[in-house]
């Protein structure tokens, strides 16, 4: 038994040790650091920061400290889709709390977390998406934190190994792990950026807006780029069912509920599609069934909660042009379509409850 004991506890204390390593060397940059949006924030024309200065599992709790830096009482909350709802000129009080994979469960939590910083009565913009409510649908985003995600993280072959590459090519790394790749301000074509290389500004990695909001590498720099790949094309399976799934509509339902005891001002919003992909998805056989439930139901659940819901999934309604998505992908709306939807929105919440 004493045999099984000492064994036991020499594998927790190599464990430990691992995980104490792993978490101090931090190679992907998993744990959140508020200094580099800080600093983005600090500049006299705040700064654009780059993808590369966190990883993707700690955009919430980068969200979340935007959510409290900039003193935010209008949030918009949403997917990739919603990244160019922005601030008006000099707005502080605004942030945009996007990340792609955003979906209906994360909701609930991203809400309470928002209610426990104290910042009053909101505002929430919040972009609800028919692809949530597909057969495909699936969302890696959090705003819990799980210890036994990030063990898993800490403890990882792949951590360990990135962990082992970094000492061996700088042993002194150990003492100062973040001077491998220190994230810096980086100048040129008129903006700022935050980031660890200056790949933004090179065309390579996308950025956050000083808001919130997503801007691709050639929306910063002015520089032209090609059609991308449709939206629709990249997310079909997910727009695939006969119905809106149960679950993530009682996800959606358990939100609202929420913000409505919070005493929050709500505006649900479907966004714009093309004419084109709108009317495939609205006609093909293996996405009708949802779209179809979306647009019928969508606006009932908000109804019921006291919120209105702006339909603007026909791109005519707003209006914007067929032509006004960022790379002409039918599905991101660009900088004018979203400053237009951004005023839909402001109209609807001076409107006051449904």
């Known amino acids: 038994m004493t045999r099984v004991a000492v064994f036991l506890a020499s594998v927790f204390v190599v464990l430990g040790g691992v995980a104490g390593l792993d978490w101090w060397m931090d190679p992907f940059f998993d744990r959140y650091d508020g200094a580099p949006l800080a600093a983005a924030l600090a500049q ?129 790394l150990i003492r100062h792990p973040g001077a491998l790749r220190p994230w810096a301000i980086y100048h040129g074509r008129g903006v700022c950026v935050v980031s660890r290389g200056n790949e933004v500004l090179g065309g390579a990695i996308h950025a956050w807006a000083p808001d919130g909001g997503l801007w691709y590498n050639d929306e910063v720099t002015g520089a032209h780029a090609p059609p991308g790949r449709p939206l629709v094309e990249l997310l079909y399976g997910s727009f695939v069912g006969t119905r809106l799934d149960p679950g993530r509509r009682e996800a959606l339902e358990d939100a609202l509920q929420a913000a409505r005891g ?71 709306a660009d900088v004018a379509c979203g400053r237009r939807i951004r005023r839909l929105l402001d109209g609807a919440a001076a409107a006051g409850p449904s």
């Open 262 to 332: 919070y005493g929050w001002r709500v505006v649900g919003v479907s966004l714009p599609f093309s004419t084109y992909w709108r009317l495939k998805l609205e006609r093909e056989p293996a996405t009708s069934g949802v779209i179809g439930a979306f647009l019928r139901e969508m606006p009932g659940i908000f109804r019921r909660n006291g919120f209105r819901f702006l339909d603007l999934t026909d791109v005519r309604r707003v209006p914007c042009g067929e032509h006004e998505f960022s790379h002409e992908d039918g599905g991101h």
């Open 44 to 172: 006299p024309k705040p700064c654009f920061m780059a993808w590369d200065t966190f990883s993707a599992r700690a955009w919430p709790d980068l969200k979340l400290d935007l959510f409290r830096r900039r003193n935010a009482r209008v949030v918009v909350v949403g997917t990739s889709r919603t990244g160019k709802i922005e601030a008006h000129p000099g707005e502080q009080g605004f942030a945009n709390l996007m990340i792609p994979g955003t979906g209906p469960e994360t909701l609930a939590p991203l809400f309470r977390r928002l209610h426990q910083e104290g910042h009053g009565r909101l505002t929430v913009y919040l972009a609800v998406e028919p692809f949530w409510f597909g057969a495909g649908w699936r969302t890696g985003i959090s705003f819990t934190h799980s210890y036994l995600r990030s063990a898993r993280y800490w403890l990882s072959t792949e951590t360990l190994h990135a962990v082992y590459e970094e000492l061996r090519r700088g042993p002194g």
